[in-house]
């Protein structure tokens, strides 16, 4: 028996048990499978196994690891392809667009979540995905969109989110409340009660994004959202109030705060994006996370895997006295993604004036840091997926069918996970195993212990699993997206499997296939 070990982790015989599963696997081999993968390198992060195996799927499961032949409905030959999890992206604002979808599909990723923004009401949010989802999908409780609704009572929602479409903005009655608007203590009661509503129907945890309402968020939001998690269970997906924005370029400042009302209420904490919030002081920063986690509280870094980032206009931390003073910038480094041209002084302030959420692109974090962040043994991986606009109006990419050249958007959303193992093939970034774990895995096993039980099924490939795998070759696959063309699909990832059904076969989407999932919460857990 072949099995290659690439870390420290030990194979235990309870772990090898669990991957090949061999009572069952003797006994089932004659067994007609829906799908069968041959010849693959089956790794699994969990245990470490490193091996090549035959999987058998059925219902949706894996049933069956085994060297012995096995045939099915479906075939498909891995030979010098990994089988890996299906890759989890807790970081998705492409979660419930067909286009955005798609995108993820190409790119290796079967269970996105919009964890850091969010989603409210989430009854409402998870009721418009049911039976139209060609991955997993699952949301958080936002607490962005609850200030929008308390402070701003004319506020419609569509989708569960903030509407960031100019073709709906008058009539979603959207304004930038949410950013600017300071709550008072009643108001800020209504905006927790919302978010521990949004808990109660199942959201994953809490959205709370004060890096963009930097003068607008009172602490006592951050400490509410927190105690939230503590109650029932949960965690807070954590975008850092500062980014540079107290001297001298403070990036600490965001994650202390959240991170001291996670040791005082409990509940998991997520702080996303590091390298883009903490910019030069993101050593030090993971060295905090680290010593938290030490002393038993929850708390992890995420990172994604580029030097610049995507957001609105108006987005706090793009302002002049921050941008170019304390994180070093200039306009021309804030690209307008529906012209995807660079901004200057004039532009800037006539967009923030007349169309605050238009999508940009900017510079953020160091080459060398970010590195250092993506190879940390305990950073999880999200892309920060973020809505492309198409290129001849501006408006969001809404049909399955858009081509991938028409939309203009930042590559992350296509190209993540792929630019990862480009990564470790070209630069020797870490092994496979841990980059294969950093997207599978490593956030399911969070979830999991915060309050998401339905992920013990996930980012894993053993006997009784869910069926959501991705098969990739580690010589060719790489990202293609560009700052030009941001939406162009990785390659090298052949075969996605969702909950047992193939999604991309030949390293095509399949249309009107619809296996996904609800990933939900369940608001029993009351601590």
Excluded: C
């Amino acid at each position: 028996m072949n099995i290659k070990v690439h870390t420290k982790i030990k194979l235990t015989a309870v772990g090898l048990m669990a991957v090949l599963g061999t009572a069952l696997s003797f006994s089932a081999v004659s067994e007609t499978y829906d799908v069968v993968i041959n010849n693959g390198r089956v790794m699994d992060p969990e245990t470490n196994f490193d091996g090549v195996r035959n999987v058998g799927i059925k219902n949706g499961k894996i049933v069956v690891i085994t060297e012995k032949a096995i045939s099915g409905k479906e075939t498909i030959n891995a030979n010098g392809h990994v089988v890996a999890p299906g890759f989890i992206d807790p970081h998705s604002h492409n979660v419930s667009t067909p286009f955005g979808q798609k995108l993820a599909l190409r790119d290796g990723v079967t269970t996105p979540l919009e964890l850091e923004l969010g989603v409210l009401p989430i009854n409402f949010w998870y009721e418009g995905m049911k039976g139209k989802s060609q991955t997993n999908y699952g949301a958080s409780a936002s607490l962005e969109a609850a200030r929008e609704k308390v402070l701003n009572p004319k506020y419609k929602t569509f989708d569960g989110a903030l509407i960031n479409d100019a073709s709906i903005m008058d009539e979603a009655h959207l304004t930038m409340a949410w950013s600017k608007n300071v709550a008072t203590d009643q108001q800020v009661d209504q905006i927790i009660a919302l978010v521990e509503e949004g808990l109660k129907q199942g959201g994953l945890g809490v959205g709370y994004t004060p890096g963009y309402m930097v003068r607008g968020a009172r602490t006592e939001e951050g400490i509410g959202a927190q105690k939230l998690a503590g109650k029932y269970g949960r965690f807070v997906y954590l975008h850092g109030r500062f980014s540079g924005q107290l001297p001298p370029n403070d990036g600490l400042t965001g994650v202390l705060q959240q991170l001291g009302a996670a040791e005082a209420y409990g509940g998991g904490l997520v702080v996303a994006h590091m390298t883009a919030q903490t910019l030069s002081q993101t050593q030090q920063a993971q060295a905090l996370i680290d010593a938290a986690a030490r002393k038993g509280i929850p708390v992890v870094s995420e990172i994604y895997a580029y030097t610049y980032g995507s957001s609105i206009v108006a987005a706090d931390y793009l302002e002049p006295d921050n941008y170019q003073n304390n994180m070093g910038h200039d306009y021309k480094d804030i690209i307008n993604l529906t012209t995807m041209q660079p901004l200057t002084k004039e532009s800037y302030e006539q967009l923030k004036k007349d169309a605050p959420t238009t999508n940009v692109t900017f510079e953020n974090a160091k080459k060398e840091d970010l590195y250092w962040a993506l190879s940390h043994p305990t950073s999880l991986i999200g892309s920060d997926a973020f809505p492309g606009v198409s290129k001849l109006d501006g408006s969001l990419p809404k049909s399955w069918d858009t081509p991938y050249e028409s939309v203009n958007a930042h590559p992350r959303g296509a190209g993540t996970h792929a630019r990862i193992f480009k990564l470790v093939r070209e630069d020797n970034l870490m092994p496979l195993m841990l980059a294969i774990s950093k997207m599978t895995y490593m956030p399911a096993k969070f979830l999991q212990e915060n309050g998401v039980v339905q992920m013990s099924n996930k980012g894993r490939i053993q006997l009784g699993k869910d069926a959501d795998l991705t098969i990739f070759d580690p010589a060719t696959i790489k990202d293609n997206a560009t700052p030009q063309m941001g939406t162009l699909p990785s390659t090298g990832i052949p075969y996605v499997i969702v909950n047992g059904k193939i999604v991309v076969k030949d390293s095509k989407v399949l249309k009107d296939v619809f296996p996904g999932q609800p990933i939900r919460a369940s608001s029993i857990n009351v601590l």
